[in-house]
């Protein structure tokens, strides 16, 4: 067998850091060849890819913007080229300011569906063509459940959530059937990123969260990247369209 062809390769959205950053380790320990990839944080960028050469793993670092349409053709191209198709995308990448709709200007606001919505749009399509060629083809979604109750301080987090697990509930049955990729989300509960800006310090905060957890702790982002193989390597490959809590309980407190 060509070796190109028998390599697993998976691409990670937004894996200079936090909860992205996680995922890409995972699958490489798991002998996915990992694309990381990361918008403006070169350095965390190669960071990544570092550590999972340093345990043994392969991959490659690029820099993707998820909102622009040639950025992710182009991230699209070098893996056809490569290795002709994609086991796994990770649609990841999130950036957000978290204000509220009086503070905000249109382009803050924007920010949230750029990378999350339109970004896991842009990703998911262009990939696809690539996953058909795999043969345990998967797309996970990196969502939560913050569309449920809306923040007004992180209102486009929140409203852009809600599109994206929309669009997840859609994708998870239109490319399943289309095509036999399956998609399933994972869904964090509290992650010390800095997804979270000032708040990541505010320790106080942090005891909160933990307390109010049935396990009493916030979730580290190994939770979150643990989450992701049980969903691909499921040995009967009928995972598809799960809403995947990684909060220990939160969301039905
Ligand atoms: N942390 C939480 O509590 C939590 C809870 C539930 C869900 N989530 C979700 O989990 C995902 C990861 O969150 P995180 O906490 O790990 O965030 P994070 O630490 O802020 O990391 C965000 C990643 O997205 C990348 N990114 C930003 N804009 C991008 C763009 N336009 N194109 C491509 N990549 C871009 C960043 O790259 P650069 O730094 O290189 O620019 C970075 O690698 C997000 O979708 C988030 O909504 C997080």
Redesign the pocket.
């Known amino acids: 067998m060509n070796p190109k062809n028998s390599q697993k390769v998976a691409l990670v959205?937004?894996?200079?850091?936090?909860?992205?950053?996680a995922i890409a380790k995972r699958l490489a320990k798991e002998g996915y060849f990992v694309y990381v990839?990361?918008?403006?944080?070169e350095k965390?960028?190669k960071l990544t890819l570092d550590e999972i050469k340093q345990n043994g793993g392969e991959g490659d670092v690029w820099k993707?913007?998820?909102?622009d349409e040639k950025s992710v053709v182009k991230i699209m191209d070098l893996i056809m080229n490569k290795f002709g198709h994609l086991d796994v995308l990770v649609n990841?990448?999130?950036?957000d300011i978290s204000k509220s709709m009086e503070e905000s200007s249109l382009e803050e606001w924007k920010l949230a569906f750029?990378?999350?919505v339109h970004?896991a749009w842009l990703c998911t399509k262009h990939a696809i063509s690539l996953l058909q060629k795999s043969k345990n083809p998967n797309v996970i979604i990196?969502?939560?459940n913050?569309d449920e109750r809306p923040d007004k301080e992180i209102l486009s987090?929140a409203v852009a959530t809600g599109a994206l697990n929309t669009f997840f509930k859609a994708v998870s049955v239109h490319l399943a059937s289309e095509y036999g990729i399956r998609v399933n989300a994972v869904?964090?509960?509290?992650?010390r990123?800095?997804?979270?800006g000032e708040l990541r310090n505010d320790d106080k905060l942090w005891g909160k969260f933990a307390e109010d957890n049935p396990l009493k702790r916030v979730a580290k982002?190994e939770d979150i990247a643990d989450a992701v193989p049980i969903l691909i390597n499921d040995p009967h490959r009928f995972l598809n369209g799960n809403m995947f809590f990684v909060n220990g309980g939160g969301h039905l407190t």
Not at 187 to 191: A, D, K, N, R
């Open positions: 959205t937004g894996s200079s850091k936090g909860i992205g950053q990839t990361y918008h403006e944080n965390g960028g993707l913007d998820v909102s990841n990448a999130c950036r750029d990378t999350k970004g990196i969502s939560s913050a987090y869904m964090p509960g509290q992650v990123t800095d997804n979270w982002v």
